[in-house]
C-alpha cells in the first residue's frame, strides 16, 4: 500500500506540473498574441496617403506618374488603386526596427500593394521578411489564399 500511495503521489505531482506548464504555455501564447497581434492599420487615409506618396518617390523616384507596379504582383495599376502597408508592424518590437536602422512610417518601412493583397496582409496570410539589408522575401501562411484566383501573380 505504501508504493501505491507514492506512485499516486508521484503521479499527482507529475498532473501539478503538467497542468502549471499548460498554463505557462497559455499566458506565453497570449503574450504573444499581444505583440504580434493582425491589426488593421491604425493610421488616418490623410497619413496612410502620405506614407504611399513618400514610398512611391522612395521606390520609383516620383509620385506624380499615372501608373505604377504593384511591389508583390508587378501588376501596373493607377496610383490610386494601390495601398500601402507597414513591412515590420506598428505592433511589433520597435527594437527591430532599431536593429535595422529602419524607421516605422519611413518609405523602407512601407510596401506598396494593391487592395486586395492588403486585406491578406492585414490578416498576416502573408508577410514580407527581411533576407537582407535591401533583399525582402514573401512568406504566404496561409496557403489557401494562394488558391484565390487574384492572388496567381505573387511573385515568389
Not at 500511495?5 to 503574450?31: D, F, K, W
Not at 506624380?64 to 511589433?92: D, F, P
Amino acid at each position: 500500500h505504501e508504493m501505491l500511495a507514492e506512485q499516486h503521489e508521484i503521479l499527482a505531482e507529475q498532473q501539478h506540473q503538467r497542468a502549471m506548464l499548460e498554463e505557462q504555455q497559455s499566458m506565453i501564447q497570449g503574450v504573444m498574441l499581444d505583440l504580434y497581434h493582425p491589426t488593421s492599420s491604425l493610421a488616418s487615409s490623410r497619413a496612410l496617403k502620405s506614407y504611399r506618396d513618400d514610398a512611391l518617390v522612395f521606390y520609383y523616384g516620383s509620385n506624380s506618374e499615372t501608373v505604377y507596379k504593384c511591389m508583390v504582383t508587378g501588376t501596373e495599376c493607377s496610383k490610386e488603386a494601390l495601398v500601402v502597408g507597414h513591412i515590420y508592424r506598428q505592433q511589433w518590437p520597435k527594437s527591430m526596427l532599431a536593429r535595422f536602422n529602419i524607421g516605422l512610417h519611413k518609405p523602407e518601412n512601407i510596401i506598396i500593394m494593391q487592395p486586395q493583397l492588403e486585406k491578406a496582409f492585414d490578416k498576416w496570410q502573408w508577410v514580407v521578411l527581411p533576407e537582407g539589408p535591401d533583399d525582402y522575401k514573401i512568406h504566404v501562411l496561409y496557403p489557401q489564399f494562394l488558391n484565390d484566383p487574384m492572388q496567381q501573380y505573387i511573385a515568389g
